[in-house]
């Protein structure tokens, strides 16, 4: 699966977006995806030829059903979710494939209010057009819930990134120690990874993990200015990782 600046790349075109959007109800032929999107068949595939290097779609040969000759048909093939976040102390970028397996490997990961739909679905190999229509309303209002939620928490991510902005600019002389610091804080909860962050800055990695010794001294100073000498923590939860040198 290609990452999150090739399917950007492959995506910002707007007759692929078109082609992928027809794809992805059923499989289609060159000719048929020609007179929709009305572009030339030479287009056409030069644009699913992209697609399809870039695994977003496949293709097969199948017989005419007019008795013509065989014709190449395509289909999608990947199922993924391109999320990007903007603003100002606010910078997101992912790139996630989607979960497999059947509803009820999904439902362990389901929200409790959408257990009804799980269960009028169960084991159902097809489900009739009527069935599904009511489904599918009940699952995009939980999506629009979901989103509504993530906005939230979003820009509750955006504010504590404003306000701690200021200390940061206080705490820190050098541009390379407070862009350190924001790396940091954009994934608090993993290790930070010294070498791509100096390769990143063209500092020296020598000079990147003095820089991590001196953050971490501070940051183990303030945390037990705030918590005091003894730093306890339920076994199921991790400490921070900046705390283990």
Excluded at 152 to 165: D, E, F, G, N, R
Excluded at 175 to 194: C, V
């Amino acid at each position: 699966m290609v990452g999150f600046d090739e399917s950007l790349s492959i995506l910002e075109n707007p007759t692929r977006r078109e082609i992928l959007r027809h794809l992805v109800k059923e499989p289609h032929y060159p000719l048929q995806l020609s007179e929709l999107l009305e572009v030339s068949q030479q287009a056409v595939v030069k644009h699913l030829k992209v697609l399809e290097d870039a695994g977003f779609v496949d293709s097969e040969t199948k017989k005419s059903d007019k008795g013509g000759p065989p014709r190449k048909v395509y289909r999608v093939n990947q199922s993924f979710s391109i999320r990007l976040d903007l603003g100002p102390d606010l910078f997101r970028a992912e790139h996630r494939k989607m979960p497999k397996g059947g509803v009820m490997k999904l439902s362990g990961s389901l929200p409790d209010n959408l257990s009804d739909v799980v269960g009028r679905i169960g084991k159902r190999r097809t489900i009739p057009m009527v069935d599904a229509m009511g489904i599918l309303s009940e699952l995009d209002s939980a999506l629009e819930r979901v989103d509504s939620e993530r906005d939230a928490i979003i820009a509750l991510h955006q504010q504590v990134m404003h306000k701690v902005s200021p200390s940061v600019e206080e705490s820190f002389e050098s541009y390379e120690e407070r862009q350190l610091a924001h790396e940091m804080m954009s994934h608090p909860r993993r290790p930070l990874d010294l070498d791509a962050f100096s390769h990143g800055m063209r500092i020296q990695s020598l000079q990147a993990e003095e820089m991590m010794d001196t953050l971490r001294e501070r940051l183990m100073r303030d945390f037990a200015s705030r918590g005091g000498v003894f730093v306890a923590s339920k076994e199921e939860i991790p400490m921070p990782w900046w705390m283990a040198k």
